[in-house]
């Protein structure tokens, strides 16, 4: 019979906290890999060699060598949010944040069209969704409020309820044409509400 390895190990840690070490640590790794990158290099290793002996990519071992000899060791750290920069500019990323803020009901292909004809860049709409998550919006369900309810609806339904008798009458609620688990209703976008601490 087959061991559970939970059973083995003891839980020192929660696992949020030890998916945290472990993503600190490979960072660290990562500067390790390029410093022993540097150490070939020190002991007379051509780029080549070096990159042959690490495994990895002859353009990357000439990238690790250019950020050395311009830096220094500082040049080896691992750098947040390096990678393509976005095509959008600040102040074009504001006018998409007002086009969302001032129009109701808009979702994720409404943002892409803006997009694409206001600033002629045609992202991917998971890309769109990367966008929106970054201006802090967040996808709802608006559920429609009929006009022609009473102010008091719920005394009402309240004290309607309370003079059935649930042992003789059987009651439901339908809202559709159809019987669903899940509302008819498209998501719209809305300005995420920070959480008062």
Avoid at 16 to 28: A, G
Avoid at 35 to 52: K, W
Avoid at 85 to 110: A, C, H, W, Y
Wanted: aromatic fraction near 10%; glycine fraction near 6%; proline fraction near 5%.
């Amino acid at each position: 019979m087959k061991e559970d390895s939970k059973d083995l190990v003891e839980l020192h840690v929660s696992s949020e906290k030890l998916n945290t070490m472990v993503r600190k640590l490979e960072k660290v790794a990562k500067k390790v890999n390029r410093l022993h990158f540097i150490q070939q290099l020190y002991n007379g290793h051509s780029v080549r060699e070096a990159c042959s002996i690490l495994n990895i990519p002859v353009t990357t071992g000439y990238n690790w060598l250019k950020k050395w000899n311009i830096e220094g060791p500082d040049g080896l750290n691992h750098k947040k949010g390096a990678g393509r920069p976005t095509f959008l500019t600040k102040t074009q990323m504001k006018e998409v944040d007002e086009f969302i803020r001032n129009n109701d009901s808009l979702g994720t292909k409404d943002v892409h069209y803006f997009i694409q004809k206001r600033f002629g860049i045609d992202y991917s709409l998971k890309q769109v969704r990367f966008i929106i998550k970054k201006l802090e919006y967040g996808w709802i369900k608006p559920y429609p409020i009929f006009s022609k309810s009473p102010k008091n609806a719920k005394e009402i339904l309240k004290e309607d309820v309370s003079e059935i008798d649930p042992n003789e009458v059987i009651y439901g609620f339908f809202d559709e044409s159809a019987m669903q688990n899940i509302p008819n209703i498209s998501k719209v976008l809305k300005k995420k509400e920070k959480n008062p601490k």
